[in-house]
């Protein structure tokens, strides 16, 4: 057995671990299911020890939401997660792919007032969320056709006015720029330290889980890499087989 260590799964709610555990690791308990032994087993692996009232509570809620559903073995019900049960456990990772860069860059500059700050931090946040990379206060870059996505969101907050959309196909110092602005080199290392971690990781007693831990690591990662073209990307860029790492981990429960 192996203890978590790693925080992502364990600031989930009860009722994913409770998801993840139903669905991908009742079987190596030999379908014995009791509320004494998942107090006993969640203690082993997440470190908190739950009482019944609240597993009880939490196992009603989840057949109430149809979040799990019934089968029979050995002429014993037995809980499996439903198809909205697996959607809600899944590993999503955001959609990062625009296709050959086309060698032109995408700016976005906004200057929007004070009393409308609200849309100012929503305009950061879906910037962000594209990929953008932030090289002065309110001033983005990006090297993907992403204006027109920015135009109709802008446009829909009401706040078009206050930005100046720009292509470019030339900006000063740029690799030293590329590298600040998107932390690229701290990115590789986190991809490699992915790919040691998931090599070490793999194949232990209640694996589902630890595999859950392992997407939501490399999800938080690519979250945050911009998905650079090649040409801009450090030496020995680790991204690619972390992902072909994740996809195999997914695969694997």
């Known amino acids: 057995m192996f203890v978590m260590k790693k925080k992502k799964l364990l600031k989930q709610p009860l009722s994913y671990k409770m998801l993840c555990f139903l669905g991908y690791c009742l079987a190596e308990t030999r379908y014995i299911l009791s509320y004494e032994n998942l107090i006993e087993t969640f203690e082993l692996i997440f470190g908190t020890k739950y009482n019944i009232t609240t597993l009880r509570k939490e196992f009603s809620n989840l057949k109430k939401d149809d979040l799990i559903e019934f089968k029979t073995r050995y002429r014993k019900p037995y809980p499996v997660l439903s198809q909205k049960g697996k959607l809600a456990i899944k590993t999503h990772l955001p959609f990062r792919r625009f296709g050959p860069w086309d ?24 910037l962000t969320e594209l990929g953008f990379g932030q090289i002065q206060k309110s001033a983005y870059i990006s090297p993907y056709p992403l204006l ?34 998107w932390h690229l080199k701290e990115i590789n290392e986190d991809y490699k330290s992915f790919i040691i971690k998931s090599k070490r990781e793999k194949q232990q007693n209640f694996w589902p889980l630890r595999a859950k831990i392992l997407e939501q690591e490399f999800a938080e990662i690519y979250k945050n890499d911009p998905h650079l073209p090649d040409k801009f990307l450090p030496t020995s860029w680790q991204g690619r087989e972390a992902y072909g790492i994740f996809k195999a981990i997914s695969n694997s429960y």
């Open 103 to 126: 060698e032109k860059w995408r700016l976005v500059i906004f200057d929007i007032p004070e009393v409308d700050r609200s849309y100012r931090w929503a305009m950061r946040h879906k």
């Open 148 to 181: 027109g996505t920015i135009n109709r969101y802008a446009s829909d907050l009401g706040i078009r006015k206050y930005l100046r959309l720009l292509e470019v196909q030339k900006i000063d110092d740029e690799k030293k720029l590329i590298e600040d602005v």
